[in-house]
Structures are given as structure tokens and as C-alpha cells.
């Protein structure tokens, strides 16, 4: 069984920063990208950031976090970040971590092209 655990949510002010971590552990999986996704009270879940899972690490964002967030990971120990600076009200959401084999570069903001999901972890910005 695949888990992925997210980790790292809060209750930040406007303008803070938060760190988000996902772990992967269980048995081993097939897998080109990892992403984040988030989803806000009576809202679609929307794509935040993707990475691909090769060396060169290609990343994808939504327009609306372009130069506030990064995505990175670290293969050693099976993880992928979400660094959030610069955090606005209207990034408060639950934030999931999904995991999977995408058929191209092109699917990596459609969330029903990932396998495997975490929980999700709450993260609330306050104005």
C-alpha cells in the first residue's frame, strides 16, 4: 500500500510563510510526477504546483502563486516540499499531495491524472 502523509499546515498571518512536506512510504511505485493540490470551503479542487520524479526535476505552478511558492523534492528520502511565502486569505485551503504516472507533461495540473493522495493538511492565512 502506497501512503502519502502531508505534514506541515498551520495558521499563518498575511504576508507569513509555511513549509508543507509529503512523504511517500509503502511499497514501491511507478511515478513521473508528484504535485499539490489544494481545495477551499464550497470550491473544485484546483492545481497548485507540480515536479517531475527524474533528475532534471521539471516544476509547474498556477498563475496565482507564481513567484510565492516552490516546489521541490528530495529523493533520499522520498519527499516532496511546498514552500509558501508571501501568503495571501485566499490561499487558505486544505492542501493534498498527490502522487502518480502522468501519460504526459500536459497532465500535471489535472488532479484525476494522479494515482495516489495524501489527507491533506490544513492551511488557514489570516488578513
Known amino acids: 500500500q502506497v501512503q502519502l502523509v502531508e505534514s506541515g499546515g498551520g495558521l499563518v498571518q498575511a504576508g507569513g510563510s509555511l513549509r508543507l512536506s509529503c512523504a511517500a512510504s509503502?511499497?514501491?511505485?511507478?511515478?513521473?510526477?508528484m504535485g499539490w493540490f489544494r481545495q477551499a470551503p464550497g470550491k473544485e479542487r484546483e492545481f497548485v504546483a507540480a515536479?517531475?520524479?527524474?533528475?532534471?526535476?521539471?516544476?509547474y505552478y498556477r498563475d496565482s502563486v507564481k513567484g510565492r511558492f516552490t516546489i521541490s523534492r528530495d529523493y533520499a528520502k522520498n519527499t516532496v516540499y511546498l514552500q509558501m511565502n508571501s501568503l495571501k486569505p485566499e490561499d487558505t485551503a486544505i492542501y493534498y499531495c498527490?502522487?502518480?504516472?502522468?501519460?504526459?507533461?500536459?497532465?500535471?495540473?489535472?488532479?484525476?491524472?494522479?494515482?495516489?493522495w495524501g489527507q491533506g493538511t490544513q492551511v488557514t492565512v489570516s488578513s
Open positions: 498527490a502522487a502518480g504516472l502522468l501519460p504526459s507533461a500536459g497532465y500535471h495540473s489535472i488532479a484525476s491524472a494522479y494515482d495516489y
Open positions: 509503502g511499497r514501491t511505485f511507478n511515478r513521473n510526477a
Open positions: 515536479v517531475t520524479w527524474n533528475s532534471v526535476g521539471y516544476t
